[in-house]
């Protein structure tokens, strides 16, 4: 009668070990962010004064322009 007791609590721990223990054991880690997404600051267009992000803005001779149409390239 002990022996199965015993049996069985192996039998218990292993299936919650395999399935239990494992699922909380994991750490997710944190996402790292694109450097696109740190550098995403606001300029002024040198044309119209409208701001656009640093990232999608055009430039030309040193000035942020918001479109090709304000910086006058075809």
Do not use: H, W
């Amino acid at each position: 009668m002990i022996f199965k007791l015993l049996v069985f609590g192996v039998v218990v721990f292993i299936v919650y070990t395999l399935f239990f223990k494992t699922s909380r054991g994991k750490v997710e880690q944190p996402k790292k962010r694109d450097k696109k997404q740190d550098s995403d600051t606001m300029v002024e267009c040198a044309n119209c004064s409208v701001f656009v992000s640093e990232s999608e803005a055009i430039i030309k001779d040193g000035k942020f322009y918001c479109s090709k149409e304000c910086a006058g390239v075809k």
